[in-house]
């Protein structure tokens, strides 16, 4: 399968879901490209942004598990090539 370029972004709400975040993108730091974090203290919150480069299963199965974490909002974008 042909490999895509894209941008993930992570909105941490519950900060306590922190490592399980973190778990899930040590499992797939194979198609991470970049990461950038960002704590929010004011709001209580962090934002994660995530270069990636892989299959767009890798890169669905990547967002599904964190989309499945509660208080974890995630959206992506991928290259149509």
Do not use: C, Q, W
């Amino acid at each position: 399968m042909e490999k895509r370029v894209g941008v993930i972004g992570i909105v941490v709400e519950k900060l306590d879901m922190a490592p399980k975040v973190n778990d899930i993108l040590h499992n797939f730091s194979n198609i991470i490209v970049g990461r950038m974090g960002v704590p929010y203290k004011e709001k209580n919150l962090s934002v994660i942004s995530l270069i990636v480069d892989g299959t767009t299963d890798d890169i669905s199965s990547l967002t599904g598990k964190l989309g499945k974490i509660e208080g974890i909002n995630v959206k992506s974008a991928i290259t149509k090539k």
